[in-house]
């Protein structure tokens, strides 16, 4: 497999990835609540810094190591998972969505701060 093919073939897994992240996030949204607005509350948590960090990350990137940057941002985005993942668990069992508000609070808190956290580190 070639320099090129294996590029190819990881960026196409990494953007696979993204795609089942994102339709995760807002399916465990709606474990939580069937309010439309609340649901896709959290893609957009997910998103959001895109818009907001873009041109802070890149005067950052242009002023460290990148290297070094990618890897602590990848280690914050494992953390957030890693608390998202942990946050789910000890709320297991879940209780029934609600058609208005959330069943779990502090879950649905947690879900929009990784969310928030995922999205920062990506940019």
Known sequence: MTALQRFIAASGMTNLA???AVVAWGW??????????????????LRLPWALLA????L????????????AMDALRAMAFAGAALALWLTLPLAPALEVGVSALGLYAALLLAALVVGGAEV
Not at 29 to 41: E, G, H, I, Y
Not at 55 to 58: D, F, R
């Open 55 to 58: 041109l802070p990350a890149g």
């Open 28 to 45: 465990i949204a709606s474990l939580l609540t069937r309010d439309a607005l609340l649901v896709a509350l959290v893609p957009v948590a």
């Open 60 to 71: 950052a990137t242009d002023r460290v190591d990148r290297r070094r940057l990618i890897l």
């Open 18 to 20: 993204d795609g089942v």
